[in-house]
């Protein structure tokens, strides 16, 4: 497996000789970020710049290509001031999910109020709720309801949190604290992470019936 730190301390240099001091953050989500990472994980990078013109992009992208693991390397790039005016509920789960390598997120804390974890609840039970309806009635996907059972470990982060004032990065312990009904959401969602069987259609309707019900309470 990638040594991560390793890895991360070329990218820095390569960061650095490319932008120099105009970068404001650097750090890592997903798999590496939470320490959970195999052989198959990608390489979640963020990285935030003073400011990102298109030229920038190309630069980084330039530089990406320099890089070992390639293939690996995706993540999200953005200028501060845009970071900063971002929709506030998509900031929740962008400020705890990353793991700072360097610099800090706290300047998006006042941002994420109770209303932007409130509306990230909801937004994402309604995006989930069309997306379940659409793939039950027309591409009929595992992979996309693999998706869609993803996206729902999120929300249940956001309703455990709002519930206790715990951000859970895992899902095994999420297990642990959610409430039962959120509970078979993310065991379905393990099993999916974890290779495993799942029943299409009693799954889709499992999922549909949480999304449907989460749209109209929030916790």
Known sequence: MIDINGWMHIFLQKLNEVFGSRTWFVGLQGSYGRGEATEASDIDVVVIMDELSASDIQSYNDMLDTLPHRELI???????????NWEPSDLFQFY?????????????????DQVAIDRAIK????????????????????EI?????????????????????NYIKHQ??????????????????????????VDFNEASRILFEWSKKRIKTLC
């Open 96 to 112: 705890h999910d990353t793991t700072p390598v360097k610099g800090s997120l706290d300047d998006l804390l006042p941002l994420i």
């Open 123 to 142: 937004m994402g039970a309604g995006n989930i709720y069309h997306g379940c309806v659409h793939n039950m009635l027309h591409e009929k996907s595992e």
């Open 145 to 165: 309801l693999k998706g869609l059972y993803k996206a729902s470990s999120f929300v249940v982060q956001a309703i455990v949190f709002k519930q206790t004032g």
């Open 74 to 84: 995706c993540g999200f790039l953005s200028g501060k001031d845009e970071i900063l």
């Open 172 to 197: 095994t312990q999420l297990l642990q604290v959610a409430s039962a009904e959120e509970q078979s959401i993310i065991a379905t969602f393990l099993k999916y992470k974890n290779g495993e069987s």
